[in-house]
């Protein structure tokens, strides 16, 4: 076990470039991440803790229980892996990576590496021992048929499924709970003695007492029986459980906040630059219960001032405090219909940390100044004290800034000439987003109206009007000033990424628009003003929406990451999230970094590391799907169970997607998403062409392509799937087959026949069949990907 003692001496010596870091995290720092991963690398083979103590010359207690943890810290994240032998070793990107598994309801899954590379899939024999949102480590064993590397399990870092909320089954002697979340398709076998009072039917939670292995599936216990199936309300519960979102508050930080009162301390107010003359408001939904921002603009020789400002949540949630771990943990609020899952508690999100009118409230101010032409051209941040001299809705500003209403003017007179100097401000900055190619997509949202005992009463279209623009073009660019700010004060930070479309989307992309004979300019690299004006010259055609859609579709998925790769969709080279830290855990760091500044720290003294924003990225973007998915469940469950009741009846509706197994329709009016499957299509064989996303019929001509007008009638309602099927009443006008213009042949690239089956075998095989001669079918069936 023993080294040589020059290279104990060596290591001993060296200095590590974050000691001044871990000293302000720890009363007994140890070496860092950093100088580990440096020192395991130098040496050269895999080290035992012992070696590793003994090169740092940590010979303490409380030194070598520290390593210890950090060790198996960097063990969890990835960063180590603990080989048979009991040493640690480095993860090799090129033959280990370490990731997050992503489950999928057909059994297989993928792996999201750490650094950001493409996903790895996983086949449903790997995933038997595996769950979604587990950590691994894999090597890559190949490449699958589609050309993506196929990984192999060589370890699992972390287990994160913790319980698993579903239906209780009984069958044979036997029970087991079926989960609610499909990418968890591993069944729980529940022993007789650990069922408790459930009965059959019902919806409980069970505990993993035992997590799965390639030869045995899943044990579990039952800790809580949530009811009926039907239950008012049991949508949110068992979204909550399901995707493992935290809803309880830990009794430490309810001890923590116990001294926290209604107003702000006297002495907080102190060393902040006192705004509270100035006439700040804030404007938000009807509904809205915490206000994260306000804001106040007025004319200068050179164009405008505009100050936003934002609620000082920093001051209050301190680092690795209670309130701290479990903002992290919860990374975001999450908003179901008529009811939130907050980031931070109620004496907080909705009272201190809220900037509510007529009284004292911290914030972090963001000073722009802004041209005649709408360009940003200084900016800078301070600490302050404000006090909001009005709680104004979208709905009300729009009405005095827009329509004129000389009531509501009449109302706020004091606060019209701020009203619209800010209105003024907007159009000359509205100009020069449009100028950039910042995007704007015509896009539509809806909000649930409930009746009695929480059953939906109907669906209807929110709209968006200038006041919300308004809003939302000045938090963009305090976004940006921030980004721009951590940038130049070299500071970790953590940005929100929106990459370009990759390659393979860009060609389908093209694919399909020289189908309609249009053209994307930008050659290799599109920027997003050659997808604006692509958009513009669209207008007035038939075909926009399903235009705009593919567009959309093109996009990737924005996400957290301290690397600087600009945000394409608002056509800018860096952007942060700075101006909701109520409900968003990066926007707390950023304000952190900011206050690190502010306070004329160095950089490198800052409590986080690029190696901690890299982890923390990963975290808050997985945490942010989390919370997208839950609200996703519930709204569909919802939908599903407004639409039971209508089984039988016609509505009209427009394509939304088109795969080889049929295509989706929304109901106008409604917005509930169904299934029209290949099976309730007219007699014909139909080729499936993913890049003009069209269903075309060989015989008939009949084409059901993104954004066709159809009408239809409920077929079928699954609240357990929460799936709703169509059958078809009308189809579009029928056209021949189109011709390639380039090579003379039918666009088309898949065949696929229909297959006489009843609609719920049809809805699970999803199954399609190429069209032969002589010869019977060939059945092929679609893999999905990540």
Sequence with gaps: ????????????????????????????????????????????????????????????????????????????????????????????????????????????????????????????????SLMHNDRAIVRVAGLDRKGRREGAVVEILERNTRQVVGRLIKERGLAFVVPENKKITQDISIPKEELGKAQKGQIVVAEIIQHPSNHRQAIGRIVEILGKHMAPGMEIEMALRSHDLPFQWPDDLLDEIKPLTKNVPESAKQNRVDIRELPLVTIDGEDARDFDDAVYCKKTTKGWKLLVAIADVSHYVQVNTALDIEAKNRSTSVYFPEQVIPMLPEVLSNGLCSLNPEVDRLCMVCELYINEQGKVFRSGFFNAVMRSHARLTYTNVAKILVDGDKTLAKK??????????????????????????????????????????????????????????????????????????????????????????????????????????????????????????????????????????????????????????????????????????????????????????????????????????????????????????????????????????????????????????????????????????????????????????????????????????????????????????FDLISQPKSKKTTMSPKKGKTTAKKSVRKKTITKSKAAKTKRVVKKTTQKKPVKTRKLSTS
């Design 1 to 128: 076990m023993s080294l040589k003692s020059d290279q104990s001496n060596e290591f001993t010596k060296v200095s590590d470039p974050y000691a001044q870091r871990e000293a302000e995290k720890y009363e007994n720092p140890i070496p860092s991440r950093e100088l580990i991963l440096q020192l395991i690398e130098k040496i050269g083979k895999p080290l035992r803790r012992q070696q590793i103590a003994q090169l740092f010359g940590l010979e303490s207690t409380e030194n070598l229980e520290a390593l210890r943890r950090r060790l198996r810290a960097m063990e969890r994240d990835g960063q180590l892996l603990f080989n048979r032998r009991q040493k640690y070793c480095l993860v090799n990107s090129k033959d280990l990576i370490a990731g997050r598994i992503l489950g999928h309801a057909d059994g297989f899954g993928f792996v999201k590496p750490d650094d950001g590379s493409a996903d790895l899939f996983l086949s449903p024999r790997e995933m038997k």
């Design 412 to 725: 706020y007179s004091a606060l019209v000439p701020q009203l619209q100097e800010l209105y003024s401000l907007y159009k000359v900055m509205r100009k020069e987003r449009e100028l950039r190619g910042a995007m704007d997509f015509d896009t539509q949202d809806t909000q649930i109206i409930f009746g009695a005992d929480r059953k939906i009463e109907k669906i209807v279209p929110t709209q968006r009007n200038d006041a919300h623009k308004l809003i939302e073009e000045f938090m963009i660019t305090a976004n940006n000033a921030a980004a721009r700010f951590l940038i130049r004060k070299k500071m970790p930070h953590l940005l929100r990424v929106h990459e370009g479309p990759g390659t393979e989307k860009l060609l389908n992309l093209k694919s399909f628009l020289n189908e309609l004979g249009l053209v994307l300019g930008g050659g290799d690299k599109p920027t997003p003003l050659d997808y604006m004006h692509l958009l513009n010259s669209v207008q007035g055609r038939a075909d926009a929406h399903l235009i705009q859609t593919v567009l959309l579709r093109s996009m990737s998925q924005a996400v957290y990451s301290p690397e600087t790769k600009g945000h394409f969709g608002l056509a800018l080279d860096a952007y942060a999230h700075f101006t909701s830290p109520i409900r968003r855990y990066p926007d707390l760091l950023v304000h952190r970094a900011i206050k690190h500044c502010l306070d004329n720290k160095p950089a490198d003294s800052f409590f986080y590391g690029f190696p901690d924003m890299v982890i923390l990225g990963e975290h808050c973007s997985a945490n942010e799907r989390r919370a997208d998915e839950a609200t996703r469940d519930v709204v569909n469950w919802l939908k599903c169970e407004y639409m039971m009741d209508k089984i039988g009846e016609q509505f009209k509706g427009i394509i939304t997607a088109v795969t080889g197994f049929g295509f989706f329709v929304e109901l106008d009016n409604i917005y509930a998403e169904g299934l029209v499957h290949i099976s309730n299509l007219p007699l014909d064989f139909f080729h499936f062409d993913a890049k003009t996303h069209q269903l075309l019929g060989e015989r008939t001509g009949i084409r059901y392509r993104l954004g066709d007008k159809v009408i239809i009638r409920v077929a079928r309602v699954d609240l357990d799937e929460k799936k709703i099927d």
